[in-house]
């Protein structure tokens, strides 16, 4: 699994991060900084329930 972000998308509401910690960071004023592009497996549920609750579907994922 590979994590994909549409920066033009994002507008920094941080579901993502509330989601997955460990893997999305989002600054007070700006867009999300993937910190694992490659999640490791047990973060795999987590990342999936970011892309499904971001407001602007600024996120995706690309399986291997």
Known sequence: ????VDADLCQG???CEIEAAEVFSV???GTVEIIQERPAAGLEAAV???VQYCP?????IEED
């Open 48 to 50: 999936r329930l970011a």
């Open 27 to 29: 600054p007070k004023s």
């Open 13 to 15: 509401h941080a579901m």
């Open 56 to 60: 602007t579907r600024a996120l995706s």
């Open 1 to 4: 699994m590979r994590v994909v």
